[in-house]
Nanobody
Framework: QVQLVESGGGLVQVGGSLRLSCAAS????????MGWYRQAPGKQRELVAR???????YYPNSVKGRFTISRDNAKNTVYLQMNSLKPEETAVYYC?????????WGQGTQVTVSS
């Protein structure tokens, strides 16, 4: 059974940084396009970064220049470096494939940006 496990969240002050990790495990997982998503209370889940199998990246304007997605294929792990965090970016952060697979949503990792 394939699983994605997120870690690295926590409480950080405005302007601070965090590095999230997403480890994939299980047989038969095709570790190609991956994405990081977030869901704030009362809001829809949104994409914040994605990376292809060849490590091409995409970011929405809201995080461009501050967030960096990367991957280590040998470790089946995807990372999200987040800098200059804002209070409105408080959310649960998830990883999933891109496009998403419903059966791969995990527990996520909480990021709280304190002002």
């Amino acid at each position: 059974q394939v699983q994605l496990v997120e870690s690295g969240g926590g409480l950080v002050q405005v302007g601070g940084s965090l590095r999230l990790s997403c480890a994939a495990s299980g047989n038969g997982f095709s570790f190609n396009g991956m994405g990081w998503y977030r869901q704030a209370p009362g809001k829809q889940r949104e994409l914040v970064a994605r990376i292809t199998g060849l490590s091409y990246t995409y970011y929405p304007n809201s995080v461009k220049g501050r967030f960096t997605i990367s991957r280590d294929n040998a470790k089946n792990t995807v990372y999200l470096q987040m800098n200059s965090l804002k209070p409105e970016e408080t959310a649960v952060y998830y990883c999933n494939t891109f496009p998403t697979a419903n059966n791969l949503w995990g527990q996520g990792t909480q990021v709280t940006v304190s002002s």
